[in-house]
Every structure is written in C-alpha cells, then in structure tokens.
C-alpha cells in the first residue's frame, strides 16, 4: 500500500473520494502538486491556511498529510455569499462542525491540527493568527473586490518567502490583474503562474515550487488552464454574437433610423467607429 505522502506525490485523486469538492479533477491533480511541492520546499513539514472551506473537500489531502503540520481555515459561512457569475448563494447551512465531521472521515486525518476561524478577512488581523502559514490558498467569496482583500490579508499574515494560489482564476480574472500590478508596483519578488484547470499560483521570494516534481511536469501542462478559461466564458461571445444578430435584424430599421440602436450599442460598448 502506498503512503499518503506517495499517494500525494502521484497525485492519486482518489484521496478526494470522502469529500466532494467543488473542482475538476485537473484542479484537484494541481492541488496534490501543490502540496506535494510545498513538503518538498519546505524540507518535510509546513503550514497552511485555506479561505472558503466549505465542506473541506480541498482539506483532504493536507488533513491526512502529516507533512502539514497546522491548518487555519478561515470562513465565515455567512447567509449569503455574492458571486460575479450569478447571485449568489446561501452555504450556512454547511457549519464547521459538519466540516470537522467531515475532514475526521478522510483516511489517516488529523483533525485536530484543523484551527477554523468563523470570520472574513475584512475583519481579521495578520496578528490574530496562531501562525505565519507558508502556504496560502484563497477560494472564498468569487468577487474581484473579496478576492483582492484575501490575496492582501494574505500576504501581510504570510512568511515572506511563501505562496498562494486562487481556485477559479477564470472567473475573477479582474482582482488577479489588479493584484499582480500592485505586486509590481511594490517591487516585490514574484513569479505567477496557472494550473489546469483553474488554478492561479503565486510564489514570492526563495519560494520555487516548479523545481520539484510533480509540479515541474504538471506546470507543463498549463496550455490545460488557458484553453479551459477561454472555453469556460465562452458564454459571453455567444451572448454578445447574439445581441448583434437581433440588433441587425430587419424588424430594427425603425429603431435605426430613430437613432435608437446606435445608442444602445455606445451604452453597451459597441458603437466606436474602427479606425
């Protein structure tokens, strides 16, 4: 029988069979990259903090791994949860407890070294932290606005030579540009980097996760997330082609000759002239 920590570095998916995961299996394979990477980096043991746990389906590999040494799972489980791809929904009635009783099911967990904190980093402090974690992973709120206070909470809490990474980088896209040009202009050592299927890392200082295996080959695999992103929203071209075909159509010549379309399409964009 294989270890955990082989199981981990062959990024064996079934160590996510007790906990369903909001992710795709790629997305899984580069969540056992990373934290096989991180016991490498790290010399054997390190630290982790996780925002947005939900049930703890991306716990499972860290809560068995005795290489992750402490947790922090900050989340907390608000009513509603706003969402840029839609309205939003309601995940309280999943609680810590049920995530503890959760993560205890996962084969060889330890979940003591679990620390859940039931607040957002809006109102938490780099000090109220039992720990400086080495390792970051933000899958909380899915707006630019939340995920830009958690990538910033972060790297005030974290150990300067350390990383994070964002699940679901194809839907807030926008927060990860703003943060990578704040990080620019600060003059901060860092290289970032995506991860099929959407999976967004950030290392800064000595930090150098792609040198170890399965990483480095995995990282390989990147065009993976490209092209899942591109598909992923592809909704909003079909939605866009689709706008113009009606605005076109001959039941619209009225509505052209009164000017109308040609203001619809400046409010919505389109009505600059190609030069």
């Given at each position: 029988?294989?270890?955990?920590q082989?199981?981990?570095?062959?990024q064996?998916?079934?160590?996510?069979?007790?906990?369903?995961?909001?992710?795709?299996?790629?997305?899984?394979?580069?969540?056992?990259?990373?934290?096989?990477?991180?016991r490498?980096w790290?010399?054997g043991?390190?630290?982790?903090?996780e925002?947005?746990?939900?049930?703890?389906?991306?716990?499972?590999?860290?809560?068995?791994?005795p290489?992750?040494?402490?947790?922090?799972?900050?989340?907390p489980?608000?009513?509603?949860?706003?969402?840029?791809r839609?309205?939003?929904?309601?995940y309280?009635?999943?609680?810590?407890?049920?995530?503890?009783?959760?993560?205890?099911?996962v084969p060889?967990?330890?979940?003591?070294?679990?620390m859940?904190?039931?607040?957002?980093?809006?109102?938490?402090?780099?000090?109220?932290l039992?720990?400086?974690?080495?390792?970051?992973?933000?899958?909380?709120?899915?707006?630019?606005?939340?995920?830009?206070?958690?990538?910033?909470?972060?790297?005030?809490?974290?150990?300067?030579?350390?990383?994070?990474?964002?699940?679901?980088?194809?839907?807030?896209?926008?927060?990860?540009?703003?943060?990578?040009?704040?990080?620019?202009?600060?003059?901060r050592?860092?290289?970032?980097?995506?991860?099929?299927?959407?999976?967004?890392?950030?290392?800064?200082g000595?930090?150098?996760?792609?040198?170890?295996?399965?990483?480095?080959?995995?990282?390989?695999?990147?065009?993976?997330?490209?092209?899942?992103?591109?598909v992923?929203?592809?909704?909003?071209?079909?939605?866009?082609r689709?706008?113009?075909?009606?605005?076109?159509?001959?039941?619209?010549?009225?509505?052209?000759?009164?000017?109308?379309?040609?203001v619809?399409?400046?409010?919505?964009?389109?009505?600059?002239?190609k030069?």
């Open positions: 029988m294989p270890t955990i082989e199981q981990i570095d062959q064996d998916l079934s160590l996510f069979k007790t906990i369903e995961s909001q992710s795709s299996e790629d997305d899984r394979r580069s969540f056992l990259a990373l934290n096989s990477a991180f490498q790290k010399g043991k390190f630290t982790f903090l925002i947005g746990s939900f049930k703890g389906g991306s716990l499972q590999s860290y809560v068995a791994d290489g992750c040494t402490k947790i922090i799972s900050i989340d489980r608000p009513k509603f949860v706003p969402d840029a839609e309205k939003g929904g309601d309280s009635h999943v609680t810590t407890q049920h995530m503890l009783d959760l993560l205890a099911k060889g967990a330890d979940v003591k070294k679990v859940p904190i039931e607040k957002g980093t809006e109102s938490l402090k780099p000090a109220d039992p720990f400086k974690p080495d390792f970051c992973f933000i899958d909380g709120e899915h707006t630019d606005t939340a995920m830009l206070r958690d990538a910033r909470f972060c790297l005030s809490a974290m150990a300067p030579d350390s990383a994070m990474a964002f699940h679901d980088g194809d839907i807030i896209y926008l927060g990860l540009d703003a943060l990578i040009h704040e990080l620019q202009a600060s003059g050592e860092f290289r970032a980097y995506n991860l099929p299927s959407s999976v967004f890392v950030i290392e800064f000595k930090c150098r996760l792609s040198q170890f295996e399965p990483m480095r080959s995995w990282r390989d695999q990147n065009y993976k997330g490209y092209l899942y992103a591109l992923r929203n592809d909704v909003f071209r079909t939605t866009a689709e706008y113009w075909r009606i605005a076109e159509h001959p039941a619209f010549k009225l509505p052209h000759k009164l000017g109308l379309v040609k619809a399409k400046k409010i919505m964009g389109g009505g600059k002239k030069k």
